[in-house]
């Protein structure tokens, strides 16, 4: 877990997921799972995860990610929607969902899995336009993934499978879409990226209910190894 100090520094600290994961080994750096790490720089194993300025499609890529290039966002919250992916391993980097100003759920993702689907959908995707209705859909028979949350297009007549929620996403989606009306679950298109990687193709905006007790990011998996060692999720 990787959040801000007061001082304007970074703190990170390991969660129970990374004694239980398989094939995981701590970062570079930071090999005690058991500390708490702080830093006045935001760690390298994050820092190489963002973009270099210098690059050409930097500007764009900030605005895939629903940004002002002008007005560069905090790199936690870049980090956050942008997942930090690389090819070279399959650490992603995300945010805990938080409440809006109204106490209800705001989550903004990149649709996953979008280089699986079919061409037709491909193009139906790029026909997408900002603030299209979407619809999400319990995948039960995934095998691979039991929790899996496909998400289709909202049309009349012919729908299409383009994506799923992110996979970290997806037991809080699901329990939300066990204790919300559905007219207080919203999924719409925030923007489309034709000319993005697949993975950054579609910004997706969700706004649902908060039940009452619901805790995001609530598994043991997600809590730190260290009793209290961050201030916030």
């Given at each position: ?97 938080v409440q809006d100003g109204d106490g209800c759920f705001l989550n903004k993702f990149f649709l996953h899995g979008v280089r699986y689907v079919p061409p037709a959908a491909i ?111």
């Amino acid at each position: 877990m990787l959040e801000r100090t007061p001082e304007g520094g970074y703190r990170f600290a390991y969660t129970n997921g990374a004694r239980t994961l398989t094939g995981f080994h701590p970062f570079p750096g930071m090999t005690e799972l058991n500390a708490v790490y702080e830093s006045d720089q935001l760690f390298p194993m994050f820092a190489n995860r963002l973009m270099n300025e210098r690059r050409p499609e930097y500007k764009p890529s900030l605005v895939w990610s629903g940004f002002d290039p002008d007005n560069p966002p905090d790199p936690i919250q870049l980090l956050g929607v942008t997942e930090g992916l690389r090819q070279t391993d399959s650490l992603e980097v995300f945010p805990c969902p938080v409440q809006d100003g109204d106490g209800c759920f705001l989550n903004k993702f990149f649709l996953h899995g979008v280089r699986y689907v079919p061409p037709a959908a491909i193009e139906r995707i790029n026909r997408l336009t900002t603030g299209d209705a979407l619809v999400m859909m319990f995948d039960d028979f995934n095998r691979h993934d039991r929790l899996a949350v496909a998400v289709r297009t909202d049309d009349a007549e012919a729908r299409f499978m383009i994506g799923y929620v992110p996979r970290y996403l997806a037991h809080d989606v699901r329990l939300l879409c066990s204790q919300c009306h559905p007219d207080f679950i919203d999924l719409r298109v925030e923007r489309v990226n034709p000319t993005a990687p697949l993975q950054q193709r579609v910004l997706c905006r969700m706004n649902s209910c908060w039940p009452d007790g619901f805790e995001p990011c609530g598994g043991e998996e997600f809590q730190p190894i260290v009793s209290g060692a961050l201030s916030q999720h």
